[in-house]
C-alpha cells in the first residue's frame, strides 16, 4: 500500500510487513541506504558433518570473533562465512514472491519473502543473513533466487537464477560487497538476462594450518548409508519443495546426467564448435 506523497518521491509500506512492529514507509532512496545497514541478526547455523581435524574445538576464540562468525567448539569447523542477501535487479518475473536460498556444504538458508517487486530490497530487520560453518577449504556458496508460491504447497516455486562462488580465492577478514548476474543452468549457456542478486560476505579462518590439512582428509558424513555417500554432505529438507528449490540451487534446472533437449542441443554445439576449431587449426598448421 502506498502513502501520500512527501516532496517529490512516493513512500511505500516496506516489506515484510513482519519485520517491523508498525508499518513503515520509505522511498526507495530511503530503501537503499537502509539496506546497506549491518543486519540485526545473523542465524548461526551448525554443521552435522564429521569435522576433518579435531585440533580446531581446542582453538581460543576472542568473544569478537566469536559473536560475528561463531566457534568451533561445537562442530570443529575450520572457518566461518557471514553472508548478506541485500537484494535483487531486474527479476524476469511479473510481481514475483522472491525468496533466496543459500546453501553450503550440509547447510541451507532461506530469506524472507518479499511480494510485489521485481527489484526487491531486504531491509536490515528482516530473515537475510546467515553464518554457515565450513570444514574444508574448497567450498562453495551456492545462490539460488526463486518465485515462491506461498499460497499454493502442491505448485512448485519458479526458479529465477542461481550464482556459485567459489571460497578460496577470497581473502580472509575482507568484507565483500557484490552484485552478481544469475543463471538457470550450469553448463547450458543462456543469453537471456534473469537479473542479478546482491550479496555482502566475509570469510574467516580459525586456523590457516587446519586449512591446508583440509585438502587431504575430506570431512565425513554421519547420515549416509553407503560408503561412497559418506563423502558428501547430506541436507535435511523438511517437504518436498524445499528438497526440490535446494537442489536447484546447486545443481541448476539442469541436472547432471539427466537427459534434456536442452542439454543435449548445448552438447551439439560445443561438439560443433569443437570441430570448427580442429579444421582451422589444420589449415593454419
Given at each position: 500500500s502506498a502513502a501520500p506523497m512527501i516532496g517529490d518521491a512516493k513512500r511505500f509500506r516496506i516489506k515484510p510487513y513482519h519485520a517491523f512492529p508498525e508499518p513503515v514507509y520509505m522511498n526507495e532512496e530511503e530503501l537503499y541506504q537502509v539496506m546497506t545497514q549491518p543486519s540485526d541478526e545473523f542465524e548461526f547455523l551448525t554443521s552435522y558433518l564429521n569435522p576433518s581435524t579435531k585440533a580446531t574445538r581446542r582453538l581460543k576464540v576472542?568473544?569478537?570473533?566469536?559473536?560475528?562468525?561463531?566457534?568451533?567448539?561445537?562442530?570443529?569447523?575450520?572457518?566461518?562465512?557471514?553472508?548478506?542477501?541485500?537484494?535483487?535487479?531486474?527479476?524476469?518475473?511479473?510481481?514475483?514472491?522472491?525468496?533466496?536460498?543459500?546453501?553450503?556444504?550440509?547447510?541451507?538458508?532461506?530469506?524472507?519473502?518479499?511480494?510485489?517487486?521485481?527489484?526487491?530490497?531486504?531491509?536490515?530487520?528482516?530473515?537475510?543473513?546467515?553464518?554457515?560453518?565450513l570444514h574444508h577449504?574448497?567450498?562453495?556458496?551456492?545462490?539460488?533466487?526463486?518465485?515462491?508460491?506461498a499460497n499454493k504447497k502442491s505448485e512448485a516455486d519458479h526458479f529465477c537464477g542461481r550464482v556459485a562462488i567459489d571460497l578460496p580465492p577470497l581473502r580472509?577478514?575482507?568484507?565483500?560487497?557484490?552484485?552478481?548476474?544469475?543463471?538457470?543452468?550450469?553448463?547450458?549457456?543462456?543469453?537471456?538476462?534473469?537479473?542479478?542478486?546482491?550479496?555482502?560476505?566475509?570469510?574467516?579462518?580459525?586456523?590457516?594450518?587446519?586449512?591446508?590439512?583440509?585438502?587431504?582428509?575430506?570431512p565425513r558424513n554421519p547420515l549416509a548409508f553407503s560408503r561412497q555417500a559418506k563423502k558428501q554432505p547430506t541436507i535435511?529438507?523438511?517437504?518436498?519443495?524445499?528438497?526440490?528449490?535446494?537442489?536447484?540451487?546447486v545443481h541448476g534446472q539442469d541436472f547432471p546426467g539427466k537427459y534434456t533437449r536442452g542439454a543435449f542441443r548445448a552438447t551439439m554445439r560445443e561438439f560443433n564448435l569443437y570441430q570448427q576449431n580442429l579444421r582451422f587449426l589444420s589449415k593454419v598448421t
Amino acid at each position: 500500500s502506498a502513502a501520500p506523497m512527501i516532496g517529490d518521491a512516493k513512500r511505500f509500506r516496506i516489506k515484510p510487513y513482519h519485520a517491523f512492529p508498525e508499518p513503515v514507509y520509505m522511498n526507495e532512496e530511503e530503501l537503499y541506504q537502509v539496506m546497506t545497514q549491518p543486519s540485526d541478526e545473523f542465524e548461526f547455523l551448525t554443521s552435522y558433518l564429521n569435522p576433518s581435524t579435531k585440533a580446531t574445538r581446542r582453538l581460543k576464540v576472542p568473544d569478537t570473533v566469536r559473536r560475528q562468525f561463531g566457534t568451533p567448539k561445537e562442530d570443529g569447523r575450520i572457518g566461518s562465512l557471514r553472508v548478506e542477501v541485500l537484494g535483487c535487479v531486474g527479476l524476469d518475473r511479473a510481481k514475483p514472491e522472491v525468496s533466496v536460498y543459500l546453501v553450503v556444504g550440509d547447510c541451507a538458508f532461506a530469506t524472507d519473502i518479499i511480494t510485489g517487486a521485481r527489484s526487491p530490497m531486504y531491509p536490515p530487520s528482516s530473515k537475510r543473513a546467515a553464518v554457515f560453518p565450513l570444514h574444508h577449504a574448497y567450498a562453495r556458496l551456492f545462490v539460488g533466487v526463486f518465485d515462491v508460491k506461498a499460497n499454493k504447497k502442491s505448485e512448485a516455486d519458479h526458479f529465477c537464477g542461481r550464482v556459485a562462488i567459489d571460497l578460496p580465492p577470497l581473502r580472509p577478514d575482507t568484507e565483500y560487497d557484490c552484485t552478481f548476474p544469475i543463471r538457470s543452468s550450469t553448463f547450458i549457456y543462456d543469453r537471456r538476462p534473469r537479473g542479478v542478486v546482491r550479496l555482502r560476505f566475509c570469510l574467516h579462518w580459525f586456523s590457516e594450518r587446519a586449512v591446508i590439512m583440509s585438502y587431504l582428509k575430506r570431512p565425513r558424513n554421519p547420515l549416509a548409508f553407503s560408503r561412497q555417500a559418506k563423502k558428501q554432505p547430506t541436507i535435511p529438507c523438511g517437504d518436498p519443495k524445499t528438497f526440490r528449490n535446494v537442489a536447484v540451487t546447486v545443481h541448476g534446472q539442469d541436472f547432471p546426467g539427466k537427459y534434456t533437449r536442452g542439454a543435449f542441443r548445448a552438447t551439439m554445439r560445443e561438439f560443433n564448435l569443437y570441430q570448427q576449431n580442429l579444421r582451422f587449426l589444420s589449415k593454419v598448421t
